[in-house]
């Protein structure tokens, strides 16, 4: 790095200039912006490497009267690494102080409870990419660790903790100046969407990507699908390749978990791995570990890339972002005076952070060690600036939002310590406002997940907000399972009407059985319970909820795998969004592990060998991984090549796509044949409403044109069911059968040569039956209405 020609521009307006937070190229130099209301001095500096060198050139922005720190360095060049080091009233400059020294030292806080150390270089928060992490093996392999990053007096080698300079090891914010062009966006109505969730390496990381092309090469609809080279196994890259796979499989969102800079280990260390990433470290970085091309710059253009790949086929990108927390941490060893900030923290944590009155900091909402404080205007803008560069420059389409709930907590509103206070939730929380209004501008979608460890709000987020319905996921899952809560279930069929009535329409309620945190499908119908204590490489983990309302079938295949085709229908024919975790398509399972959250493990990824076989759970994990699947499916009565799973769950996810009556932004009035869809309940004899406990009902999902009679039988006997007349010129015909009996035809029909069913059909336990309303056919005989 060329450190000679650096030089000061225009310095006599620097604590005057507006110029924005974060690093920006400019045709005449680089302006440097940090917010550090509190600081008395604020030092930056540049690096030629990022781990093991000292500064190679500083300087000293000046103050402005909004508190932030500027300056415009001429000569810097795209790629150069820079940090900071900040001082404050609890640590004053003094000419004796250099890196490495207690010059100067007071308190490791101030009276706000800012923990200034100026011993401890910081990286820009509004760093468009950083160098590294703390628990990077560039660091261990210098002979240290993440320990040297603290402050407080404890000893570490031989030195009190403060006094260790972290510059040849603290993560280096990068000059970015990308021109990567984007393509238009999709700007998918909101009522048309359907997600499928999964981690970047979880979509493209299994060795079977690089055939992904062959292994699909006898399914229906998947012939772009191609290979992806090896070098492009779980990156951005590669991602971008699965573009054709999830169009093809009828979705029209991906939905990405974090893909910010996260705390993580390159290798795999123990103790020091987060394979989902919720451990945000950098709120405008891409991680880097997710980048076939890790060179500085390369990140930020390999994702823009993978964008443009999703756009180029019609589809969106959304990213789970976890603005609730971060991944500096709390007080250590419950310490007040011993924390280890790398940004936020180290510039103003007053600024931030909420904080109890003595000044530890807080973590009850998020059980993560500390929380971000949303009545500071410095936190919330720092969230407004992250999503508008996401948007405007990665080109994305959507965010969901991990513990929303923090974001509309108002901490400043009470004492410190009044906890019942502290826990209150504000839905008209300015920055929420603010969010929504910015997410109507931009045609984006903004998601949250409606709870925390203090509440439980969905349904009360502003209008503009779509949520995460854990309703829906716990009261299906109940159903499903025999548990006769019809009320509350015909409820989530409609669209939870009754807490999401007032929020703008049914596109605002996120349907989903699983997610990446809990049982997937696969092992929701196949474990009573969690079986996190597994040996590598499906275990183990810890955590993972004990409340899973999850039944194991009692231990029948057969019946398994007709479950899992329950939950696809109900989720697909269920008003509002659908959204699934990775691998729901074809039978992924985790063994039961309900929280691998650290595991970097390829059996958490999606194995696509399952895809062309009846046997899907019975294929190696990998080459050379000593482990194997539960086979808890056993085999499907398809063809040798055919996973009957994948063959259904495709066809209905592409059955929603193409029915305006199954995309709804309008509730119903529940008065049949009225220029709407309306969602209409009955007994199966057609002589009553369902009552609660029942667990056989029809369910007509009327529309003028687009009919359909769903039939449900989650009882333990079979049932009869009346079918209501056609209308004249139309006949009924079966579309979807869940039964066993109808695996050879992959539990479906297309439509229009379903066999035409007249009075009634008889269903057996613990199976759904979907009849579409079509027009009678010229001539032909009507065909037998049930299996013998």
């Known amino acids: 790095m060329t450190f000679s020609l650096m030089e000061p521009s225009e310095k006599d307006s620097w604590s005057k200039a507006e110029w924005p937070l974060g690093a920006h190229v400019r045709s005449d130099g680089v302006t440097f912006a940090i917010h550090a209301p509190a600081a008395t001095r604020v030092q930056l500096e540049f690096f030629d490497e990022a781990v093991g060198a000292e500064a190679g050139r500083t300087y000293l922005p000046a103050k402005g009267p909004d508190g932030v720190w500027r300056a415009k360095i001429a000569g810097v060049l795209v790629g150069t690494m820079y940090g900071y080091r900040v001082w404050g009233r609890n640590w004053p400059y003094r000419v004796a102080w250099k890196p490495g020294s207690g010059a100067g030292y007071v308190s490791d806080r101030d009276k706000k409870g800012n923990r200034f150390n100026p011993n401890k270089v910081l990286f820009d928060p509004y760093a468009f990419e950083i160098s590294h992490t703390m628990y990077s093996d560039a660091i261990r392999d210098l002979g240290v660790d993440n320990g040297v990053f603290g402050s407080g007096g404890d000893d570490y080698d031989g030195v009190p903790r403060r006094q260790v300079d972290t510059a040849p090891y603290a993560p280096k914010g990068v000059i970015i100046s990308d021109t990567t062009a984007l393509l238009p966006k999709p700007r998918i109505p909101s009522e048309r969407s359907s997600i499928y969730e999964a981690q970047v390496q979880q979509l493209c990381g299994h060795p079977s990507v690089t055939r992904l092309g062959q292994l699909l090469a006898n399914e229906p609809g998947f012939e772009d699908v191609v290979d992806i080279p090896q070098e492009y196994v779980g990156t951005y890259k590669g991602a971008g390749m699965m573009a054709s796979y999830l169009k093809a499989l009828g979705f029209t969102a991906l939905e990405l978990l974090p893909v910010h800079e996260t705390n993580a280990s390159e290798s795999g260390v123990e103790g ?226 009754r807490h999401f009535g007032d929020t703008g329409g049914p596109q605002n309620t996120i349907n989903f059985v699983d997610a990446h945190d809990g049982f997937n499908i696969a092992d929701l119908v196949s474990y009573q319970e969690k079986n996190n204590n597994l040996p590598s490489p499906f275990g183990p983990s810890d955590g993972g909820s004990d409340d899973n309302s999850s039944w194991d079938s009692g231990g029948d295949q057969v019946l398994r795998r007709q479950r899992a085709r329950n939950f696809w229908t109900i989720l697909f024919l269920s008003r509002g969004v659908p959204m699934v975790v990775a691998g729901d398509e074809f039978g992924r399972t985790q063994n039961g592990n309900n929280n691998p959250w650290a595991l970097p493990s390829v059996a958490m990824r999606n194995n696509y060998e399952m895809i062309p076989t009846n046997s899907p759970q019975a294929v190696p994990v990998a080459d050379e991984v000593d482990a194997f699947y539960h086979d808890n499916f056993g085999t499907f009565n398809t063809a040798d090549g055919v996973n009957g799973l994948f063959r259904f769950a495709t066809f209905i996810a592409n059955l929603r796509q193409n029915h305006d009556s199954l995309q709804q932004k309008q509730y119903g009035d529940l008065v049949a044949d009225n220029k709407d869809v309306s969602y209409l309940y009955h007994s199966p004899n057609l002589t009553a409403h369902p009552a609660e406990g029942d667990r056989a009902l029809s369910i007509f999902i009327n529309s003028e044109g687009d009919n359909f009679w769903m039939m449900i039988n989650m009882s333990g006997s079979p049932v009869d069911f009346r079918v209501p007349i056609a209308e004249r010129g139309r006949v009924w015909r079966r579309l979807i059968d869940t039964h066993s009996w109808a695996e050879s035809h992959h539990n479906f029909w297309p439509e229009g040569e379903g066999e035409i069913v007249e009075n009634g059909a008889h269903l057996d336990t613990w199976s759904i039956v979907v009849l579409q309303d079509q027009a009678l056919p010229a001539a032909g005989p009507i065909t037998p209405t049930s299996p013998e």
Not at 356 to 381: F, I
């Open 272 to 497: 020091f791995t987060n394979a989902w990433g919720y451990m945000t470290l950098s709120f405008f970085s891409p991680n880097r570990q997710y980048a076939h091309d890790k060179s500085l710059g390369g990140p930020t253009r390999e994702f823009k890339e993978m964008i443009n790949a999703f756009h180029e086929v019609g589809m969106e990108v959304y990213l789970d972002v976890v603005y609730n927390h971060t991944a500096e941490g709390g007080n250590w060893n419950n310490d007040v005076g011993t924390t280890g900030f790398t940004t936020l923290g180290g510039f103003g944590t007053a600024e931030y952070y909420v904080m109890t009155s003595d000044h530890r900091m807080v973590d009850g909402a998020t059980g993560t060690s500390n929380q971000l404080n949303y009545s500071s205007l410095a936190a919330r803008a720092l969230v407004m600036d992250s999503l508008i560069y996401w948007t405007r420059v990665m080109g994305v389409d959507g965010f969901r939002f991990d513990l929303a709930t923090v974001l509309g907590r108002l901490p400043a509103e009470a004492a410190p310590d009044d906890w019942d206070a502290q826990k209150r939730f504000f839905s008209d929380h300015p920055l929420l406002v603010q969010i929504a209004d910015f997410a109507d501008r931009e045609q984006i979608e903004v998601i949250a997940e409606a709870w925390d460890m203090w509440g439980y709000e969905v349904g009360n987020f502003p209008a503009g907000w779509a949520e995460w319905n854990g309703r829906y996921r716990d009261t299906v899952r109940k159903f499903l399972k025999g548990d006769g809560n019809t009320s509350s279930f015909l409820d989530m069929m409609n669209g939870d009407h």
